[in-house]
């Protein structure tokens, strides 16, 4: 005799102390500090910070630790926290022209004002497993070279250099006082501003992101893009309080910065002069801020005239399937029971099947 | 778990009161779906999250809560958001609809009608009748001012041409008050009829997508169709195995690896109310 299936309460609670003790791993090895996946696992924190538009170190790597190191999930974590937190007020734009740079590269000049700087990169590792790494390191803390102090001096920005010169596209400087974009207030609509698109972006899956920027310069949408200048290090946060007459500092950040330069012939309107794509993104994130500089300037597309051929280029497919949240949550959402659409579907293909049967042989009788 | 501190229902009340004028809107233009400033909640998108923030932003100390999946109040998603809301707004819960002042639901109407009062909150996936039809939404906003509905009618034709009926069991779209078309969320098309003139408000809420929509109580819902080729629901050869409900959305349930199976009412209130009233009656 069929029963129906109950106890789905306790279904859930077995399930979440599974999950708890998979988290945890075998109870041998000491357990994860969040210190030690800030610390060590700093690239993986600033992806969450990102992608979970949240700047908290801490609170990034407590949720990389309950996502068991699965970022998207840290990632979705960190947004459900954020989501209930109340906005006391909005920044003033972050000027990286006064960045403590640590890292700064220009791929269009060989030597720039300020020079290159190349700090800690993967760039010119050689990709070959360094087993020393297996064994903590027997010297300890001490062996840990202090490296160079980042320069306090502000380095202009590559694109401020062109752009004096009038071959790169002015940055028109947006209306401070006018309110900005929130996509997590109101939903997006179409045709988007730069803004909430770029909000988007910073917040969009960097999968998702480094795959489109690739088909740009693969040919879907082309935009010829040359990597003016990543700069990464620290910049102030500055708020202007209401009944102030002056601005406060609450604090630095880390930030990647990505200005694309991208050559353009021109149109009818416009002479030929570079164009940009932006990329930033919290704490060091290269490869995501140079994927969203790419996908910035595709779909810049409809603003310089030029025509949307490729994926990138089309602002509705990149805007609506760029957050990591969202698509996870719907393309796993099919685990969900779906039995009564099922059935729904099984009723339909056995009654057409049943007449198509029927059809057969009253066809072949009359042939 | 810690979870201290949270704001009754979980949401905070500025994101509920965007959240009501948004209701209030979609109430007034009956089928029209609303753009709203979806938030993150603390489950995924697809498990209900639209309906969950409609529930949040309506609920109220006195409410009673009833959460269906399929139809029965004891799938794992339907007892894990009764069991979100019990936690954060501590209000009280039920299974029996008649008792529900709210009912959220994936995929079902319940078999028991709704009465003058209730509000049934739909958690829907894709909000757009026209969707798979034209995939921009630039282009469908542009269709429903219009009430450039051929596309929908053509596709249904086709169905007829190729398939000798209108091959489509759940998610049929319908049309609001003579005026927008809308997706009546994946229910089967069993249970649109109980759409039309329904008693109780309609609330449809679609978080990924940041879509909610309105049946007002009292409003017509018609199910698109031919003159020639009426609408028409399911139907079962069987009754229900556990209570013998010959008028019900029946689930197949495979009972056997030699392919045995029986069919059981979906709707799990519904169904164990006729099953007291008969043992009830055989008692006596």
């Known amino acids: 005799m069929y029963v129906s299936v109950k106890g789905g309460e306790k279904a859930i609670e077995a399930a979440h102390a599974l999950l708890a003790e998979e988290r945890r791993g075998d109870p041998a090895v000491p357990e994860l500090g969040l210190d030690q996946i800030a610390e060590q696992l700093s690239l993986g924190v600033a992806r969450v910070m990102s992608e979970g538009a949240l700047y908290d170190r801490e609170l990034a790597a407590l949720a990389i630790k309950q996502a068991r190191g699965d970022l998207v999930e840290a990632i979705f974590l960190l947004r459900a926290y954020r989501t209930t937190l109340p906005r006391l007020a909005t920044s003033l734009p972050v000027d990286t ?19 290159q700087v190349l700090g800690p990169t993967f760039d010119y590792t050689h990709r070959l497993l360094d087993f020393d790494l297996a064994q903590p390191s027997a010297q300890g803390d001490a062996a840990r070279p202090s490296g160079e102090p980042a320069p306090a001096r502000p ?60 088909s740009t310069q693969r040919g879907y949408g082309r935009n010829h893009p040359f990597a003016g200048e990543i700069r990464m290090g620290d910049v102030t946060v500055e708020i202007q309080p209401d009944d102030l007459p002056f601005t406060v500092e609450i604090g630095d950040i880390e930030v990647t910065e990505c200005q694309m330069v991208n050559s353009f012939k021109g149109s009818k309107t416009k002479p030929a002069q570079f164009t940009r794509g932006y990329g930033l993104t919290f704490g060091h994130g290269e490869r995501k801020a140079m994927a969203m500089a790419l996908v910035d300037r595709a779909l810049r597309c409809r603003e310089l005239g030029e025509e949307a ?22 393309v796993q959402h099919l685990k969900l029971p779906h039995y009564v659409d099922f059935q729904s579907e099984l009723v339909m293909v056995r009654e057409m099947r049943k007449a198509a049967a029927e059809a057969a042989p009253k066809a072949e009788a009359a042939e | 778990m810690n979870t201290g501190g949270y704001n009754f229902a979980y949401l905070d009340e500025q994101t509920k009161r965007m959240l009501r004028r948004t209701i209030l809107k979609a109430v007034a233009i009956p089928g029209y779906q609303v753009p709203f400033g979806d938030r993150e909640m603390p489950m995924p998108h697809g ?39 019990a936690k954060t707004a501590g209000v009280a819960t039920t299974t029996r609809t008649e008792d529900a002042t709210i009912v959220q639901t994936r995929h079902r109407i319940p078999e028991k009608p709704l009465h003058e009062g209730q509000i049934l909150v739909y958690q829907v996936p894709i909000p757009e ?4 039809l034209e995939p921009r939404e630039t282009e469908t906003r542009k269709m429903h001012a219009l ?34 078309m809308m997706r009546p969320s994946p229910i089967p098309k069993f249970d649109n009829p109980k759409m039309d003139m329904n008693p109780a408000l309609q609330l449809f809420g679609a978080g990924r997508e940041k879509r909610i929509y309105a049946v007002p109580p009292y409003t017509k ?64």
């Open chain 1, 97 to 115: 022209d006064r960045m403590a740079v640590r890292r700064r590269i220009s791929a269009t000049f060989k030597d720039i004002p300020g020079g």
């Open chain 1, 155 to 214: 380095l202009p920005s590559v694109a401020r250099i062109l752009g004096e010169e009038g071959l790169l596209e002015r940055e028109v400087p947006g209306d401070d006082a006018a309110p900005v974009a929130d996509l997590t207030r109101a939903p997006l609509s179409f045709p988007a501003e730069r803004d909430a698109r770029l909000q988007a972006l910073a917040r969009g899956d960097e999968g998702f992101l480094l795959a489109l920027g690739y």
């Open chain 1, 309 to 330: 051929v490729g994926p990138a280029q089309d602002e509705e497919f990149v805007l609506y399937h760029c957050d990591s949240l969202e698509a996870s949550g719907f």
């Open chain 2, 47 to 85: 498990w209900g999250t639209g309906g969950i923030q409609v529930t949040a932003a309506i609920i109220g100390p006195d409410d009673v809560l009833k959460v269906i999946d399929q139809g029965a109040d004891d799938t794992t998603n339907a007892v894990s958001i009764r069991k979100f809301f």
């Open chain 2, 129 to 132: 009748p026209l969707r798979w």
């Open chain 2, 147 to 180: 009430s450039e509905y051929g596309i929908m009618h053509v596709r249904l034709y086709e169905d007829i041409a190729t398939h000798g009926r209108i091959a489509t069991s759940y998610d049929y779209p319908v049309q609001v008050n003579d005026r927008y």
């Open chain 2, 221 to 284: 819902v018609k199910s698109l169709d031919f003159d020639d080729y009426p609408f028409e629901v399911q139907s079962w050869d069987q009754s229900c195995a556990l209570c013998g409900a010959g008028d019900s959305f029946l689930d197949e349930i495979i009972t056997s690896d030699r392919g045995d199976r029986m069919f059981v009412c979906s709707d799990s209130d519904y169904c164990q109310d006729r099953q007291a009233a008969r043992s009830k009656e055989a008692a006596e």
